[in-house]
């Protein structure tokens, strides 16, 4: 695909929808209960769909059986760095939450999958592919019933529900882990998709950003996002040092194809992803905090941590 095309695509998919969210908010032209509903109609339709048909394709080849795992090991280094330090940062539940959601996502998908793009060409597109399948499942399985953890954790004694298995892991908003089950299954089954599914994904994908990145954009409040800013700049040195830095150690000692250690490089490196708003949002946590981890971690990214990182790569393919 051309790098021009490419560059359309993140302006329409990432940019475009976000912007047309926040213009949506400030001239009131869609509710708070319709946002909702995109939301919603994200995760159970078209997150169970896309889960379901990627899966059933998943190449099976031994050397990539690890890639992955990459998805669960980028999000466990940050989650866990950033666990530490919240400990005292924040007094509220719904804060601390949505911190530790903006920690644990990244924005591999989309700005990912271009960077890396750009640099290696379609098999990098294709290994970010692989990781952000388990990526997917960090947010559903784990950041999902850890929101609703700090949602019940906040609401006062009166309100406040029992938090059971059932309650967390076995509720709707899990059903793209069973579409992710049933995808597997097919693919190991031996069970060929067919064409004219593989013809729809395309199209899935773009309506999967719309309706994610328009609420996204809907929930970005910049007057309100002012007094986070500052509490969010420890992200930077964990999202940009501590994540790429052990991200690639790990990778090291699995993998030899430089392409694929440049691709998990970078896909170790991205800013916060906009699915932490999405998640404060269905879960009713802290949107500002959200909000301000991705416009402060994706500015210092596009500005100096991937012209860095493209320099670097660029100039040791060169020397080798």
């Known amino acids: 695909m051309d790098v021009k095309l490419k560059l359309l695509y ?28 995109m939301i ?24 990539l059986i690890w890639l992955p795992f990459f998805g669960i090991l980028l999000s466990f280094i940050p989650g866990a760095t950033a666990y ?16 530790l959601a903006s920690a644990i996502l990244s924005n591999i998908g989309t700005l990912g999958g271009l960077c890396a793009y750009l640099l290696f060409g379609e098999a990098a597109f294709a290994y970010t592919q692989i990781v952000s399948l388990f990526q997917n499942l960090v947010l559903f399985l784990f950041c999902f019933p ?22 967390m892991f076995l509720n709707r908003n899990q059903l793209p882990v069973v579409g992710l089950v049933v995808g597997i299954i097919l693919c190991i089954s031996g069970v060929p998709r067919p064409v004219f599914l593989g013809v729809v994904f395309d199209p899935l994908v773009h309506i999967a950003a719309w309706t994610a990145l328009i609420p996204a954009g809907y929930c970005i409040n910049f007057s309100g996002m002012k007094e986070y800013y500052g509490t969010t700049l420890d992200l930077l040195p964990i999202k940009f040092v501590i994540t790429p830095m052990l991200g690639y150690l790990v990778a090291r000692e699995f993998f030899n194809d430089q392409v ?18 999405v998640t404060a949002r269905l879960y009713g946590l802290n949107l500002h905090v959200s909000g301000a981890a991705f416009v402060v971690t994706t500015a210092v990214f ?8 493209f320099f670097w790569i660029t100039m040791n393919s060169l020397v080798h």
């Open 10 to 37: 993140i302006f329409m998919d990432l940019l475009l929808p976000l912007m047309l969210g926040y213009f949506f908010c400030r001239r009131k032209y869609l509710s708070e209960k319709n946002c909702d509903r």
């Open 40 to 63: 919603t109609f994200n995760i159970l339709v078209i997150s169970t769909a896309l889960s379901i048909l990627s899966f059933w394709v998943l190449p099976l080849r031994w050397e």
């Open 84 to 99: 530490l330090i919240s400990k005292n940062k924040y007094d509220s539940s719904l804060e601390k939450g949505s911190y």
């Open 146 to 167: 850890m929101a609703q953890y700090y949602r019940q954790k906040s609401d006062s004694s009166e309100d406040k529900q029992k938090l059971t298995f059932s309650t």
């Open 260 to 277: 694929l250690l440049g691709t998990i490089l970078i896909l170790a490196s991205v800013p916060t992803g906009i699915n932490a708003i």
């Open 302 to 309: 596009l500005v100096l941590v991937y012209p860095i990182l």
